[in-house]
């Protein structure tokens, strides 16, 4: 079975400091990961994702991650967050085999000015 | 380009009605799925469509039922809607079931039951 665990519900930084959202997965099989982002009222947009190539994996508007798989972790990280990073985050997982997703509880992320 | 068009946007039905959400989509994808998206719990997935006359369950496929009789229409039906049933949802496509092909998502539809 696959889950993923966001570990944190909340992340809270000033404009201009980095960011990390953090992310662990457990899948029996070589997984598939992405990152999702959700701005309010709004459906979700892929920022990236990880298919067994690089394991550092950079995305859209200055996001990367990088897929470690000894710690099976995910996180995404920006050198410098925006004000309009301030959205909802997603960390998902689909194993290979499988064609459905499994998705983490999210991240809410917010930025200060 | 259109996307992934879900309608309605809102929605408020009483206890026992029934209803279709639509989801249509114009990339020629052959894979959908509807989700759910509840307050703190990510996004579960109802039911999912490989293809054309192909539907297969979800986490949480009980109160909904899909049908896909065409590539590009995947709507989701509420029999008889009861309170649990409010929430967000989101329809999604991609091109292919394939490891790695990243799913396009609607706006979502916000449904309340009262």
């Known amino acids: 079975a696959q889950s993923v665990t966001q570990l944190d519900s909340h992340v809270s930084v000033s404009e201009g400091t980095p960011v990390l959202l953090r992310c662990n997965y457990s899948?029996?099989?070589?997984?598939?990961l992405f990152w999702y982002v959700q701005h309010p009222n709004k459906g979700l947009q892929l920022l990236l994702k990880?298919?067994?190539?690089?394991?550092l994996v950079k995305g859209i508007n200055g996001f990367e991650a990088e897929f470690k798989k000894s710690e099976t972790s995910f996180h995404l990280t920006k050198p410098s967050a925006h004000m309009s990073d301030a959205a909802e985050y997603f960390c998902?997982?689909?194993?290979?085999?499988?064609?459905?997703?499994?998705f983490g509880k999210g991240t809410m992320l917010l930025v200060s000015p | 380009n259109a996307g992934v068009t879900q309608t309605p946007k809102f929605q408020v039905l009483k206890t026992g009605q029934s209803m279709t959400l639509q989801c249509a989509q114009d990339m020629n994808h052959e894979y959908m799925s509807w989700y759910r998206q509840d307050p703190g719990m990510g996004l579960r997935l109802i039911h999912y469509s490989v293809g054309a006359g192909i539907t297969d369950q979800g986490e949480v496929p009980n109160g909904y039922n899909v049908s896909r009789s065409t590539t590009e229409d995947f709507p989701l039906r509420l029999l008889s809607a009861a309170p649990s049933q409010t929430s967000v949802y989101f329809c999604?496509?991609?091109?292919?079931?394939?490891?790695?092909?990243?799913?396009?998502f609607g706006d979502g539809t916000r449904l309340s039951i009262l």
């Open positions: 899948s029996s099989y070589s997984p598939s």
């Open positions: 990880y298919t067994s190539a690089a394991t």
């Open positions: 999604a496509s991609s091109r292919d079931s394939a490891l790695g092909q990243p799913q396009h």
């Open positions: 998902v997982v689909r194993p290979s085999g499988y064609s459905t997703l499994t």
